[in-house]
């Protein structure tokens, strides 16, 4: 059954202009972030840079806010500052992903874009249907481009007989490596006893793959995504998001985790050590994030700032037909066995009115939704940051919270062990917060729906300044 080719995408299309014009005039609506044009947004996907321009593609279900069948929806850039919207890259169109296009990457090599993704697949009609180990085909497809717009046709490269026989049909998010001469392909994994791991298929020409190995690390989790394994500065990293986590004190908050680990894999003797899995980000709202190289070197992230199955809501954009934003984008930095993230260097180009402060007596209410505050402590004291009435970040000497009543549509508190805050890089938009700590060492990443704008004041003994920067908002056109 075809769920969603193109031509049905572009009549329904026609048919719901309306919807597009109401999203356009949500106050919540975002200023300088990807979010979808209408509908629903998740996973990032076949992240890439080719011939100097971006290409970013997203899962998106165009036509339901609370998601639906999945399509990559496609946005391109040169600088983060202006961006072209087009139509979707890719549908669901096919017998292997007739139930829709679920999440992917992007390799390049030679001028080609080698995008894989897992075709989703669910046989309602088996008697024996259910959500875990039957009535479901999870099948990684390959296509090619030249361009990020034109693409080959779908060729399926793996189905769930081709996992080892104790997988149950939750095998997913192909990202692929390469050493050497030889091509790896990780996918994340739940087993039949709904344990969690990671497996590496290789390659030598990207189109005929056996398995490689298979890794996981005892009792973490029932489910591992999004799996993102690269090098960076000469060491292996891992990052995914494992499910089915327990909350420990401050760790684990959220009803799914996204965080990375250290890999040490000799990829000759397939031995593998993980080091200790560490939270990318301590916010409500973050999960699956991707990574690429651009033709920089640069490592590039960006995440999906929603949560599936949370316990709070975004109720207040549901109302004009749309949900979920991409984070900023970050650069990644290896520094010591950890991932430090930073705002992309580009974004500073968003600059535009400048004002500077010191600590004593600070209070402002700024005239636009979407700024930035760049804090530098003298010395390292408690503090609390109201940000509006209801949404402050605190600092009581060893542990830093963000915390949120009304605004926060039931999120409450989430928060992290430091022994000092040296600086602060937080970036507010219409209904969102980020909050890089300590040049990147760890961040926070949220939505938030305050009713009466933003207010700022600082309760503090420490001594240090404050600088302000208004924002303009990112140039979006139709690019097709």
């Not at 991409?326 to 968003?350: N, S």
């Not at 040296?422 to 700590?437: G, K, M, N, R, W």
């Not at 207010?455 to 924002?471: F, M």
Request: glycine letters at 8%; aromatic letters at 16%; hydrophobic letters at 30%.
């Amino acid at each position: 059954m075809v769920m969603m080719n193109r031509e049905m995408y572009e009549k329904r299309m026609k048919d719901e202009k309306e919807k597009r014009e109401l999203v356009k005039n949500d106050p919540y609506r975002l200023a300088y972030h990807i979010q979808p044009p209408m509908g629903w947004l998740n996973d990032p996907n076949g992240l890439c840079q080719i011939d100097g321009t971006y290409h970013i593609y997203y899962q998106y279900s165009p036509f339901e806010p609370k998601g639906g069948t999945k399509l990559w929806g496609h946005y391109t850039t040169k600088d983060f500052i202006r961006f072209q919207e087009h139509e979707p890259f890719l549908f669901a169109d096919t017998r292997a992903d007739e139930r829709g296009v679920y999440s992917g990457s992007a390799f390049v090599e030679d001028g080609t874009i080698y995008f894989f993704y897992t075709g989703n697949v669910k046989l309602f009609d088996c008697d024996d249907y259910d959500y875990c180990n039957n009535g479901r085909e999870q099948n990684t497809i390959l296509v090619t481009s030249q361009d990020g717009f034109h693409h080959t046709e779908k060729e399926w490269l793996l189905k769930n007989s081709d996992y080892p026989q104790d997988m149950s049909t939750h095998v997913r998010d192909p990202k692929i490596l390469k050493r050497k001469d030889t091509y790896y392909m990780v996918l994340g994994a739940r087993d039949q006893d709904s344990h969690g791991l990671l497996l590496i298929y290789s390659s030598k020409d990207l189109r005929h793959w056996s398995l490689f190995d298979r890794l996981s690390i005892p009792d973490f989790g029932y489910m591992w995504e999004c799996p993102d394994l690269f090098e960076l500065d000469g060491e292996l990293f891992l990052v995914f998001s494992p499910q089915g986590l327990e909350a420990q004190g401050l760790e684990y908050r959220n009803v799914y985790q996204t965080g990375y680990c250290k890999l040490e894999l000799d990829f000759d003797t397939m031995e593998y050590q993980f080091g200790p899995f560490i939270e990318l980000d301590r916010g409500f709202d973050y999960y699956a994030p991707q990574s690429f190289l651009d033709e920089q070197g640069r490592r590039i992230q960006f995440g999906w700032m929603g949560m599936g199955d949370a316990p709070y809501t975004n109720e207040p954009t549901l109302k004009y037909e749309w949900q979920h934003a991409f984070t900023i984008p970050r650069q990644l930095h290896a520094k010591e066995g950890r991932l430090y993230q930073t705002p992309l260097k580009e974004l500073e180009a968003l600059r535009n009115e400048k004002k500077e402060f010191s600590f004593e007596n600070f209070s402002y209410a700024p005239e636009t939704k979407q700024f930035e505050l760049d804090i530098h402590f003298d010395h390292s004291k408690p503090f609390v940051l109201h940000l509006n009435e209801d949404i402050q970040l605190s600092f009581d000497g060893s542990i830093l919270s963000l915390s949120m009543k009304e605004s926060g549509y039931g999120r409450d508190m989430r928060g992290i062990e430091l022994d000092a805050i040296e600086d602060l890089q937080i970036f507010i938009d219409a209904s969102s917060i980020e909050i890089f700590v300590n040049d990147g060492y760890t961040v926070f990443s949220s939505r938030a729906y305050p009713k009466e704008g933003w207010k700022l004041s600082l309760e503090t003994e420490a001594r240090g300044t404050i600088v302000y920067y208004a924002l303009n908002k990112i140039e979006v056109s139709d690019g097709d």
